[in-house]
């Protein structure tokens, strides 16, 4: 089975500073890997996904990941972080096939992110 | 338009109330999704529907019952709960082609009492 790590709980960052929140997968075959980020008491909002190509991914809200092949891993970054962008970030890989073009995915723990300001 | 809604946003309920959730789609997906969710945890998959059909139940108590009654509306029926089933419950939706991104609705937050 696939399977995604996000080895931090929780990141701090300073306003304005790059911030990366990091994400290493396991999987057979290749990789269709997603993030989404949590607002409090929200549903998860899709940010960005890999599934071929380019391995430097451009994503909502400033967002982009990159895609790591030799390090199996997937890391969030932005440039430069807002206060805003606070919350709860997961990282996803496509599971299984469930039957009829449906798909299991498979989430991370989560990573809590915090903009200092 | 990526929205998914869902209804109610809040629900109290006894153990021994009947009640229904509520998701709804209109971009055209056939693929739709109930995950149950836990403080500061990651989803978990209950159900999966394709094409109005139940797709998978991942091993959920009978006391959960989802309904796919068209292609846009999806229901999750809540009886006889009992308190650890308070959690935020997500639907989502997705197409059915293989490199699909899976979109959420706001969720409800039911609180069994």
């Known amino acids: 089975a696939q399977s995604v790590a996000q080895p931090e709980d929780q990141v701090n960052v300073a306003e304005g500073n790059p911030l990366t929140v990091k994400c290493t997968y396991s999987?057979?075959?290749?990789?269709?890997l997603f993030w989404y980020v949590q607002y409090p008491n929200r549903g998860l909002q899709f940010l960005l996904k890999?599934?071929?190509?380019?391995?430097l991914v451009k994503g909502s809200y400033g967002f982009e990941a990159e895609f790591n092949k030799s390090q199996t891993s997937f890391h969030l970054k932005k440039p430069s972080a807002l206060v805003s962008d606070s919350a709860l970030y997961f990282c996803?890989?496509?599971?299984?096939?469930?039957?009829?073009?449906?798909?299991?995915?498979?989430f991370g723990t989560g990573t809590r992110l915090k903009v200092l300001a | 338009d990526t929205e998914v809604t869902q209804t109610p946003k809040h629900l109290v309920m006894g153990m021994t109330n009947k009640k229904s959730l509520k998701c709804e789609q209109h971009?055209?997906?056939?693929?739709m999704y109930w995950y149950k969710q836990k403080a500061k945890k990651p989803p978990e998959l209950m159900f999966v529907?394709?094409?109005?059909?139940?797709?998978i139940n991942e091993s959920v108590p009978s006391r959960f019952s989802p309904e796919c009654p068209n292609s846009s509306l999806l229901n999750l029926h809540l009886h006889a709960l009992q308190p650890e089933d308070s959690a935020l419950y997500l639907c989502?939706?997705?197409?059915?082609?293989?490199?699909?991104?899976?979109?959420f609705g706001p969720g409800t937050r039911l609180l069994v009492l």
């Open positions: 989502a939706s997705s197409g059915v082609y293989g490199q699909e991104t899976q979109y």
């Open positions: 999987v057979s075959g290749n990789p269709y």
């Open positions: 890999y599934i071929t190509g380019d391995n």
């Open positions: 996803a890989v496509r599971d299984a096939r469930l039957g009829s073009g449906t798909y299991k995915y498979i």
């Open positions: 971009m055209g997906h056939r693929a």
């Open positions: 529907y394709s094409y109005e059909k139940l797709s």
